[in-house]
């Protein structure tokens, strides 16, 4: 288990010697060895890093306060949906999703992703996942953005109180 803080970049323009004007959207830079452990697990779904962070970057519109890798996808959605307190905590799959979903499709979770602070600390106490994200990054500071990679996942962390 190890975090990182990550940076967010910007860019801004000017045309015509006018003001500059910061642009739509914005970049996670991520220390080396995170990047590179973040390319380790999402080669092994065919993905590569900066594309999938490209892509996340995009959904995103705004920088979130947490990043949370997990070492592969889990089958854990519906415990995610149950136990986090509002919708600012979301979360990705590694694998590409099929082009036609079946009927009862059920995305899994590699990639936990949380707006604020905030929204973990309201969700700590629903799930021991969510208690077990907050204990490794309570201390941070909620004006700048992290990452978090899980080593490993246990299944423990899926509370029976939860019904998933």
């Not at 990705?92 to 079946?102: L, R, T």
């Not at 936990?112 to 309201?122: H, R």
């Not at 909620?142 to 509370?159: G, N, P, R, V």
Request: proline share 4%.
């Amino acid at each position: 288990m190890k975090y990182f803080e990550i940076n967010i970049a910007t860019t801004s323009t000017s045309t015509n010697n006018s003001a500059f004007k910061q642009d739509k959207g914005f970049q996670y830079w991520q220390p080396e060895e995170a990047e590179d452990a973040i390319h380790d697990i999402l080669s092994k779904y065919g993905q590569v890093g900066f594309l999938y962070m490209n892509g996340l970057e995009q959904c995103l519109k705004v920088p979130h306060w947490g990043l949370v890798f997990l070492d592969k996808d889990y089958p854990i959605a519906e415990h995610i949906f149950k136990t986090r307190v509002n919708s600012n905590i979301i979360f990705s799959q590694y694998a590409i999703e099929p082009e036609h979903k079946p009927e009862k499709f059920k995305p899994k979770v590699g990639l936990i992703v949380i707006k604020n602070k905030s929204d973990l600390e309201l969700a700590k106490d629903n799930s021991l996942l969510f208690g077990h994200i907050w204990n490794c990054l309570q201390y941070c500071d909620t004006s700048k953005y992290w990452t978090l990679l899980m080593d490993s996942f246990d299944a423990k962390m899926i509370d029976a109180n939860t019904g998933s």
